[in-house]
Every structure is written in structure tokens, then in C-alpha cells.
């Protein structure tokens, strides 16, 4: 099967990268949409460029009409986020199991992706104690807002509280994306917990209600955690 038109961009890309970058150059994988072959008209071209030294010049930007991004990272950064915990674990590791290598001459890209099939519970539970504290902390913010009376507020605090909601959801359950476009369609596996996230971020609510819908839906989380072994005690 033919490549696609951003797959030879990548490509391409890499073999520049290998003329300019030389010796600091360790590997250069493509993720994301292009690397699982269903890239669609707008797609954006995603990049992993590991290097030795982190270069200003390697960044977002535009190529034959098509919006490219490059991550960079060093192999000791590479190797922390997939082998280390963060409070997005969830989509993470979603990145690198779709990683393509395109220049691996280490076998680095490979040896991680294949690492990132098999996550410990050690990093997920980690990760869900990350993410259940950011969590948190946007609950606070909506809580004070419902306090204030202010709809605005609540409104943007409670897509701030539901994206947390939803990837401390994803780690309690070592839930692992299949694409971070499709994430909050995904939540429609999780019963009512994944019903009430996606009530209060897409559908608007009183106050009360909204508060009730929050308080519910933390509720839930922190029994979850409890059953995980994931420490929240300290979490009103």
C-alpha cells in the first residue's frame, strides 16, 4: 500500500532532519492520525524529533500547505513518559502506541513503543493520584463559582473540571485512548459516571444542578480510587 501524501511528508522531513541536526540527532517517529493511516483533509502532521540538545528552530510549522508539529524531547524525556507517570498518562501512552519510526537507528522508538503496550498499575495508580489533584483543584474553582452565582464562570469551570474528571476516569481504570479526538465519545462505556461528564461539559444547567452534577460525578471518582488502592482520603 502507497504511502500517504503526509506519510512522505514525514518522511521527508526525517531526511532533512538527519542533513541538519547530524550527531544530535537521535530519532524522528511520526504519531497521531498519519502514523494509524487515517489522517483525514485537515490533519495536522505530528512528529517526535529526539535529539541531544534541544534546538529553538524545531517547532510548529507549515509545509506544503500542511500544519506540522514537532515534539521535541531528549531520550531521558522520551523514556520518562513512557516508562514515568503523569497525570495524562491515558493519552500519553496513546501517542506511542501509534508511533511510526522513521529514523531509529537505536531501536529507542521501537524498544518505547512496544514498552507503552504494557504500562504497570504502578504508573497508572501514580497517575490517577496526578490526575485526581488537578481534578480537584478544578472542582474548587467551580465550586466557588456556583458560590458567586457567576453561570460564565461555572460554565468554563466545569469543562475544565470534566476534561480532568475524564482522564483520572481513563487512569483509575488503566484505560489506555484509542485517539484523543474520540475521548469524550468513549465515556459513553462508562455508565452513568460517563453520562454525567459528558452532561455537564456539552449541555448547559442551573447552578444547583450543575454543582449536583460535579458533586456526583467526584463522588464517583473517589470511590473508584478507593477500590484501585489510588490515596485520596485527603480529597474532600
Known amino acids: 500500500m502507497a504511502d500517504s501524501p503526509r506519510l512522505v511528508l514525514a518522511r521527508r522531513f526525517a531526511r532533512e532532519l538527519r542533513r541538519e541536526e547530524g550527531a544530535n540527532l537521535v530519532a524522528v517517529g511520526v504519531y497521531g492520525s498519519v502514523a494509524r493511516g487515517k489522517e483525514r483533509a485537515h490533519s495536522d502532521l505530528d512528529l517526535l524529533v529526539v535529539v541531544r540538545e534541544k534546538r529553538p528552530s524545531l517547532g510548529i510549522q507549515m509545509r506544503e500547505g500542511v500544519l506540522v508539529t514537532l515534539l521535541q524531547c531528549t531520550p531521558a524525556e522520551a523514556r520518562d513518559e513512557v516508562c514515568g507517570s503523569r497525570a495524562d498518562l491515558n493519552a500519553a501512552l496513546a501517542g506511542w502506541r501509534s508511533m511510526r519510526p522513521l ?83 468513549e465515556l459513553r462505556r462508562w455508565g452513568p459516571i460517563g453520562r454525567d461528564i459528558r452532561a455537564l461539559r456539552y449541555d448547559s444547567h442551573p447552578l444547583p444542578e450543575a454543582l449536583r452534577l460535579a458533586e456526583g460525578i467526584w463522588s464517583s471518582l473517589l470511590r473508584r480510587a478507593a477500590r484501585a488502592g489510588v490515596p485520596a482520603d485527603d480529597l474532600p
Open 103 to 185: 529514523y531509529d537507528p537505536r531501536r529507542l522508538l521501537r524498544d518505547l513503543r512496544a514498552r507503552a503496550a504494557r504500562p504497570s498499575r504502578r504508573q497508572f495508580r501514580s497517575a490517577a493520584r496526578r490526575a485526581l489533584l488537578e481534578t480537584y483543584e478544578d472542582l474548587g474553582k467551580l465550586r466557588n463559582a456556583v458560590a458567586a452565582g457567576d453561570p460564565d464562570e461555572a460554565r468554563e469551570m466545569a469543562v475544565w473540571f470534566t476534561g480532568g474528571a475524564m482522564g483520572a476516569l481513563f487512569d483509575l481504570d488503566e484505560h489506555i485512548l484509542a485517539t484523543g479526538r474520540q475521548a469524550f465519545s
